[in-house]
């Protein structure tokens, strides 16, 4: 028979298969040795799902219970003894919140679930409200554990209702029953009345809420939904126009700009974004379409006449080995640069060079400097590296992204 390192002989080059017929007690051994590579022990781990040798007990949990060991390790044999009740004290304790390998407080909140441990039901909402898929999944497997093991009543009343996450997972519920949500098209978060429109899938029943919406924010959020639902914006435009064409204001913000950002970041903002933003979308004319080609042409042509050497040039993914986003960058004498933006006339820097900004405001460009740049545009939350918060204008229009 292949041995452990035959069958995993680098990271990547894992038969996972073969390695199902190893004996559990081998595996169990290379899955706690520090010596080996980790991806041998991650492989070694995993492999031990449903057939963890006795022998072997106490040296993985002490290998899981090990915050100085490999936090891919860990994860992996906490997955496969996450149903070992003399764990449960360990994943209690408060220090586990500060955990800081990769997917442990996952794994934790996924152990606790299927231990039945009522206490966790408060982390396991807010992950199933979290933005990243992953961890909305692993808070949704952990309540529903939760449920299968003590009944959904006990569970929602371990749970603190004033929370938004604990709302959204009723509306969740109440929708899997049958219910009609369109009441928490009115709810004060706007991940929660987000998340309400997102399920709602019968046109008829958003239009009988427009009747008697509660709040305009319950209307914009109707509206919305019916827009997803139909494609035809003529019913969301009405409602847009009777409230007045509510939008958020933004001081410093001006309209050009506005409907730049408007029609590049609010179709696909964040669920805790302003729905005015995501109707103002829908119900406005976006800007005439960028020829970036004979802008980046514009701008060289600028930079040339102003004796300031300008190089080709490039896409910020290109400038910056990766990725992607709304601006060009072109180098100039003396290792400067400048952006381009791809959403309309707006050029800048990071110093607000006064040759650059001279010679490309004479060839009709909009220089965004630190004042106009620093205006943030509220209630518009937008994903950036991780992070997912309003941004100000700069970041928008010069935005890139890994």
Known sequence: MPSIETLTPDAGRVDAEALRAVDAESLADCAVDRTEPWWRRLACARALAGRVPRSRLDGLLGCVRAEDDTGSVRVALLDVLGDREELLPWLRHEDRAEEGAY??????????????????????????????????????????????????????AALDDTRPE??????????????????????PDHGVAHLAQDLITDPDRL???????????????????????????????????????PRVEVAGLTE???????????????????????????????????????????????LAAAGLEPAPPVSCGDAHRQGGGTYHVIGYRDGREVFISTLGPYAGDHGDDPEARAALEAAGFRWIDAAQGGVAVTGLHVYYFGAREPLDVHTLLFYWQD
Do not use: I, N
């Not at 950002?261 to 976006?286: F, G, I, N």
């Open 207 to 245: 239009r009988d809420h427009l009747r008697g919406a509660p709040t305009d924010e319950a209307a914009l959020w109707a509206a919305y939904a019916l827009h997803r639902l139909t494609g035809d914006a003529a019913e969301t435009r009405a409602v847009y126009e009777a409230l007045g064409r």
């Open 256 to 302: 050009d700009v506005r409907r730049a950002v408007v029609h590049e970041y609010a179709p696909e903002c964040e669920k805790q974004s302003d729905p005015r933003w995501r109707v103002e979308a829908v119900c406005t004319e976006p800007p005439d379409p960028v020829d970036e080609e004979a802008q980046l042409r514009r701008a060289a042509r600028a």
């Open 166 to 187: 604990v709302r959204a997972w009723r509306v969740r519920l109440r929708h899997r029953a049958g219910e009609d949500v369109t009441d928490a098209l009115a709810d």
């Open 103 to 156: 997917g442990m407080k996952e794994a934790v909140f996924t152990a606790r679930g299927r231990l039945g441990d009522l206490t966790a039901a408060a982390g396991l909402a807010e992950l199933a409200f979290s933005p990243w898929r992953h961890r909305r999944d692993t808070g949704d497997a952990g309540l529903d554990a939760l449920v299968a093991r003590h009944g959904t009543a006990k569970v929602l």
